[in-house]
């Protein structure tokens, strides 16, 4: 095993792996007995996982420096050769799932398994190789707009990121300085972005066209693997965020307002909890990860195996700059059996969170590709994966001191008051992507309307003090998974709900909800979603009822803490 930075990287080669498909699915249909089956479909498993690791290895590079041009053009080549591959992969995929001996294979590894070759085969076709080679490069043309937008902020230098600390400033004419800075950044690229938003919303009902969807919507539904649940069923989800969380907000935020001394609570205000200031962590980005590294050899032996594991070898970029990729997330290079932490610091409390979010999904993927031999089910659907990282923020409240001295308990407050806050946004994310893959030829005017409406419906305290391009709408532009992800949001409202269950027993049987945690985690994704809820005895969210059930004794105590 060797640091990050030390990993070779060299193109996967995509003729084996072309030739793995093709001699697996002729040894599949020739198979004799379960055992020849079995080891033509490990064989593939291996050589996917070369190629997996390379295509890890190149992406985290491409967003650690999104102006590097080898891995940029490296990127779209990987991307276009996967795409020349749906023919023979659906070859194999098919030879799979119609084996003889599938029953044998969903013994030994579980229904999920074939249920995601099915869904493949129904998700993939050669014909639409040409809209999904463009799909990728529209996105990387969009993170690269997004990457290099930066404008000059009391004489720094600021990306999004680096405005937002001064948005939770103690100063109030200091954050609306900032936010007007972040609004007219947006603005300034709010063309290029609805030009790229239309030419993704075009090729991917081209997509579904093509196959023969009733639309997009449920295509990516198959993409996002959603056995378990449709449209209906979440917007019965939406519903009860709608009824249950969004009137526990408007109270958090009224008592905000008050707390603040303030007439009018503005969406520049929002982010600010305390007159005081927002607890910031102490220390630098170095220090706060040995921080994480003494509270995870604490938490457990397995997070303290983990975390040093991370840290030995280097497996984070967590710092914000100029042309890396927004955002944070966690990436598997499978073949070293290692996660990757992928943030962008900025001074703010949300750089714990990031140490605790992020560090909850590789946990997750460090126990699973230790012990789930197949690549496919080591990580499990969206909705379950955000368990694995909003859990681990809550399961580590006890060690905040560490990061935040005197005001550990500010920063818990803060913490659950933002996370339920955040729930009807979610939730508008999802209401505003299904509204604009019903209407796909609406333009930018229409969506920005659409998005403000919706906006209303769900957080009806959001006030832009008159910023024009934010009250007509333009807010629904700073969340790059409309972009890049379509209908990954819900999931982690979805994904609240278990974690904030778990939460919960956590204070009532800590041994319980960390055993029922870890049985989770290990499950990875060898069972549907519901099968996996049902595991950790985490109750079904679209369920009448289990919104209040989950999150109800987080609404009660944020407004205790914060009166």
């Given amino acids: 095993m060797m640091k990050f930075q030390d990993m070779p990287y060299e193109r996967p080669d995509a003729e084996a792996l072309k030739k793995a498909y093709e001699r697996a699915a002729e040894k599949l249909l020739k198979a004799k007995t379960y055992g020849e089956a079995r080891s033509a479909f490990l064989e593939v498993q291996e050589e996917e996982e070369k190629a997996e690791t390379m295509e890890s290895i190149c992406y985290i590079r491409n967003t650690i420096d999104t102006t590097d041009a080898f891995y940029n053009d490296e990127l779209l080549a990987i991307r276009e050769a996967d795409a020349s591959l749906i023919p023979v992969r659906q070859l194999y995929q098919k030879a799979l799932s119609g084996s003889i001996f599938r029953k044998d294979l969903e013994q030994e590894f579980g229904p999920q398994l074939l249920r995601l070759v099915d869904a493949s085969l129904k998700s993939s076709d050669e014909r639409i190789v040409p809209e999904l080679i463009r799909e990728g490069e529209v996105s990387m043309e969009y993170q690269k707009d997004s990457a290099a937008a930066t404008t000059e902020f009391r004489g720094e230098k600021c990306n999004f990121y680096g405005l937002l600390k001064?948005?939770?400033?103690?100063?109030?004419?200091?954050?609306?300085?900032?936010?007007?800075?972040?609004?007219?950044?947006?603005?300034?690229?709010s063309g290029k972005l609805d030009a790229r938003y239309d030419e993704l919303v075009s090729l991917r009902v081209s997509m579904a066209e093509k196959m023969g969807f009733s639309s997009y919507t449920d295509l990516a539904y198959l993409n996002m693997e959603?056995?378990?649940?449709?449209?209906?069923?979440?917007?019965?989800?939406?519903?009860?965020?709608?009824?249950i969380v969004t009137p526990a907000v408007e109270k958090l935020?009224?008592?905000?307002?008050?707390?603040?001394?303030?007439?009018?609570l503005f969406f520049y205000d929002e982010t600010?909890?305390?007159?005081?200031?927002?607890?910031?962590?102490?220390?630098?980005?170095?220090?706060?990860?040995?921080?994480?590294q003494a509270m995870y050899r604490e938490m457990s032996p397995e997070t303290g195996e983990f975390f040093d594991f991370?840290?030995?070898?280097?497996?984070?970029?967590?710092?914000?700059?100029?042309?890396?990729?927004?955002?944070?997330?966690?990436?598997?290079?499978?073949?070293?059996?290692?996660?990757?932490?992928?943030?962008?610091?900025n001074g703010t409390n949300a750089d714990v969170d990031v140490l605790t979010h992020e560090a909850g999904h590789a946990f997750q993927g460090y126990l699973s590709m230790r012990s789930i031999p197949v690549r496919m089910i080591q990580g499990s659907t969206a909705e379950v994966s955000e368990i694995h990282s909003m859990t681990m923020e809550h399961f580590t409240y006890p060690w905040m001191e560490s990061f935040f001295g005197d005001k550990a308990e500010d920063y818990v407050t803060g913490h659950l008051v933002g996370s339920l806050a955040v729930l009807p946004y979610m939730a508008s994310v999802d209401e505003f992507q299904h509204r604009v893959y019903e209407k796909p030829d609406m333009d930018a005017i229409d969506r920005r309307r659409t998005w403000r409406e919706i906006e209303k419906a769900y957080m009806p305290w959001r006030d832009y003090d008159g910023e024009p391009f934010l009250e007509e709408g333009g807010f629904w532009m700073q969340k790059q998974h409309i972009f890049l992800y379509p209908f990954y949001y819900i999931d982690y409202a979805l994904a609240q709900m278990g974690a904030s269950y778990l939460y919960g027993l956590s204070k009532t049987d800590p041994e319980k909800a960390w055993k029922d945690y870890l049985t989770l985690l290990k499950a990875g994704g060898t069972k549907s979603y519901f099968e996996l809820l049902s595991l950790a005895g985490i109750p079904n969210p679209f369920e009448e009822g289990n919104v209040e059930k989950c999150v109800g004794h987080m609404i009660r105590e944020a407004l205790d803490r914060y009166q």
């Fill in 166 to 189: 001064h948005m939770e400033s103690t100063d109030r004419e200091e954050r609306r300085e900032a936010f007007l800075a972040w609004a007219g950044l947006y603005e300034s690229i």
């Fill in 226 to 243: 959603r056995f378990d649940y449709g449209p209906e069923q979440a917007a019965a989800f939406r519903r009860q965020i709608r009824e």
């Fill in 253 to 264: 935020r009224e008592r905000q307002r008050k707390r603040l001394g303030l007439d009018r």
């Fill in 272 to 292: 600010l909890l305390f007159p005081e200031g927002n607890p910031s962590p102490i220390g630098t980005t170095e220090e706060l990860v040995e921080k994480a």
């Fill in 310 to 345: 991370m840290v030995k070898y280097r497996l984070f970029d967590l710092k914000t700059r100029p042309g890396k990729h927004m955002g944070g997330y966690m990436a598997s290079i499978p073949a070293y059996k290692a996660p990757f932490i992928f943030s962008n610091f």
